[in-house]
């Protein structure tokens, strides 16, 4: 059997955690607010009535990606280009090339960002290995313009933050949404945990604040997160409809 990902990398260390994709997803919900492509994902309207699960999708077809069998995961990567060129159909233009880079690119980030946050720093060779495996999902969704390696993808990182990211109408409303759907309390703890995860350049464009008081708080959590204080103060934290989903992601991934 062939898997899509090593059973024994970094990789599926990052991605086995809940904790970890749970920092990852808040990156990404900020991120995406700020992408000058954003409106693709508007023109279905399924992100403004659903933020949270939209995004929250994105990160489960990943995980479904990264812990499949490799001709699994090669279907689940056709399936998403299939979606997306069923909406380029319907809006009759095509998404740029660059918009799908800026989420491949973002999730290398973040997987790196929010392990480092929670566990301790990785080496370059296992940093490597995470822009290896995205890198491999671009390949396969056929994209052109990716980096030759990780190197390179620091560099192009670099440019799509100085250039793809604007504070717009788009991203003013998704926050509201955000808020709406998570409530007052764990929307401010949203805010905690992009301040914490993303690039200087995503959190000067956005309401995050400036204090990073969630950071005692967390350190806090991760003497106690394999214990029933932390599991609690986690779940806590969760929307009811995502705590089964999350605490399932605890778990290495069983694809049928």
Known sequence: MELFVDEHSIVRRIWGKADTILFIFAGA?????????????????????????????????SRQILF??????????????????????????????????????????????????????????????????????????????????????????????????????????????????LGFIRYQILKQAQLLTVPTQVSQQLPLGKTAWLWPVLKIYKVTKNLKPGKFLRDALLPAQYKIQIQGMDQPYAFG
């Open 29 to 61: 919900a900020a991120e995406f607010a700020l992408n000058k492509a954003v409106d693709w994902l508007y023109f279905t309207g399924k992100l403004p009535a659903d933020p949270l699960g939209r995004l929250f999708s994105t990160v489960a077809y």
């Open 68 to 181: 499949s069998e490799r001709e699994a995961a090669l279907k689940a990567i056709d399936k998403i280009t299939a979606i997306h060129k069923r909406v380029e159909t319907s809006r009759g233009s095509q998404i740029p090339d660059w918009a799908y880079r800026d989420v491949l690119f973002l999730l290398i980030d973040l997987s790196i960002r929010s392990y480092e946050l929670l566990e301790n720093p990785l080496s370059v060779a296992e940093k490597t290995e995470v822009f290896n495996v995205f890198n491999q999902v671009g390949e396969r969704m056929r994209l052109t313009g990716l980096p030759a390696d990780y190197q390179q993808y620091l560099q192009m990182r670099g440019e799509h933050l100085e250039t793809d990211l604007i504070n717009s109408a788009f991203t003013i409303d998704l926050y509201h949404q955000y808020k709406k759907h």
